[in-house]
């Protein structure tokens, strides 16, 4: 019996590769996969009859299995099962049949398997895939990098398995190289952010005494509005739900330590690296490795002194609002940051990232999907050379009416310790932007002092340097 020539071909069942197998099926693709383990191969296929679906027990029986020019996605973890696939597939692969890997992999090894596999004959797509599990499966953001000659033999297949907002499929091509991957570790670090954000609004209310459901309905409130947002969304259902064992509220029972899978970090050493600030992003980055320490924490409670941390005398309407302003100006800012780095690495890389479309194609599937972005997208449309987002008109008036409420809030919290590491380091970078006269010329004159590193002057031509021969300080 023949085997069947299909569309498409994927490699890894985990539960976002079988969304995806699923998604690009329901589309009117034929799909092969094929899993290490044969018998979760056996079984997926088994689950779904009447699926146009090839369950491959070897990797030679997947391959030949696959129309030309073969379209391989490898859903595995990241790192050393990616090139480990790659090995095995090349004896097996022809000139021009595409890989695609649709993993969170760091884009630098996207960028090193392209050069790796391009001298083959082969083509490589890096491809950033957000949304979870049912972004997979009903469609999600795609944020594929690579040569513009794959994207158009790979477009049909994407643009119809991706989400759509205003009939538009929330894809492009992203830009050559790691781009693809590039731009999905930035989102996944605003992602980050962004969750830090909304958990500090939630300790700031849970500090005013409010229940989990008085809770859960400010932030549906909030859903409906500016805020509007699939994390503000699932934070008020996640507020709703009880335990069925004990009734309780079911994140009053989950313990706070938080996880990572390391792709904010990645975004943190990617901006030092470059010389941009992520101060937002970093907090959070920080706020879960400290929730990770918590043996420390419930030891340093005991004997560590300070407020109490909660805000029982506060006018609750009046909190609420507060609340909701500094939130919103604080994630404006997590985004400009992001947008900053992938503004200044994308032009040293050459990429001609699109940062509206970009913005466009985040507003369906994926985690940080929001209203706003559209904005976003129209702050980068009326001006492609955007310094910072935050100097949008639209998003500078949002900040010039919310930094009063967002000062109050941060000072509340820091008078009640109450720690918002996220909403401070928001706010400072905001200060600082839009501060003249930073401090920094003490630290330019310390630097001179010690290691005679030298400096500008304010009233002399810009990029001439000076040292002052400073008095010998013994002790």
Not at 403 to 411: F, N, S, T, Y
Request: glycine share 10%; aromatic share 6%.
């Amino acid at each position: 019996m023949p085997l069947p020539q299909n569309d498409f071909g994927l490699i890894g069942l985990a539960v976002m590769g079988q969304n995806l197998v699923l998604n690009v099926e329901s589309r009117g693709f034929g799909v092969s996969v094929y899993n290490r383990t044969p018998e979760v191969t056996r079984e997926f296929v088994a689950a779904h009859p009447g699926k146009r679906l090839h369950g491959a027990l070897t990797l030679p029986e997947f391959v030949a299995s696959l129309a030309r020019p073969r379209k391989v996605m490898i859903m595995v973890k990241a790192g050393a099962p990616v090139d480990a696939v790659i090995e095995q597939l090349l004896p097996l692969l022809g000139a021009g049949d595409i890989v695609i890997d649709g993993g969170n992999s760091l884009y630098a090894d996207t960028e090193r398997r392209d050069a790796w596999l391009t001298p083959l004959g082969l083509r490589f797509i890096g491809a950033g895939v957000s949304g979870g599990e049912e972004g997979a499966r009903k469609g999600p953001a795609i944020m594929p990098g690579g040569p513009a000659s794959t994207w158009e033999v790979m477009k049909p297949i994407f643009e119809a398995i991706a989400a759509k907002v205003d009939g538009q499929p929330c894809v492009i091509h992203i830009g050559p190289g790691g781009a693809g991957h590039y731009v999905k570790m930035v989102h996944n670090g605003i992602e980050y952010g962004d969750m830090q954000l909304i958990a500090e609004a939630y300790a700031l209310l849970r500090a005013a005494g409010m229940s989990t459901d008085e809770m859960a309905e400010v932030f549906a409130r909030w859903n409906e509005g500016e805020l509007h947002s699939y994390l503000i969304q699932i934070t008020a259902e996640a507020l709703r739900q009880r335990d069925p064992e004990t009734g309780q509220p079911v994140v009053d029972l989950i313990l706070d330590k938080a996880g990572q899978k390391g792709t904010g970090q990645w975004t943190l050493i990617n901006a030092a690296e470059n010389a941009v600030v992520v101060s937002t992003i970093n907090a959070a980055v920080e706020a879960r490795v400290m929730s990770s320490m918590k043996d420390a924490r419930v030891a340093a409670s005991s004997v560590l002194q300070g407020p109490a941390g909660t805000l029982a005398a506060v006018d609750r309407t009046q909190l609420v609002a507060q609340v909701h302003d500094a939130l919103y100006a604080a994630k404006i800012v997590s985004y400009a940051q992001g947008l900053d780095l992938m503004r200044t690495v994308g032009a040293k890389k050459g990429w001609g990232l699109d940062l509206g479309s970009i913005a466009a194609i985040w507003r369906g599937g994926c985690i940080i999907r929001a209203r706003f972005l559209n904005r976003i997208t129209e702050a980068y449309r009326a001006d492609p050379a955007l310094a910072n987002l935050m100097l949008a008109p639209f998003f500078r008036d949002v900040l010039n009416r919310s930094q009063q409420a967002w000062r109050e809030v941060v000072a509340l919290a820091v008078r009640q310790g109450i720690p918002v590491p996220a909403m401070s380091a928001s706010l400072a970078y905001y200060d600082s932007m839009r501060t003249a006269r930073l401090p920094a010329n003490l630290l330019q004159a310390q630097r001179d002092f010690f290691g005679a590193h030298t400096y500008e002057r304010v009233d002399k031509p810009a990029g001439q340097m000076f040292h002052t021969q400073w008095p010998e300080v013994i002790g």
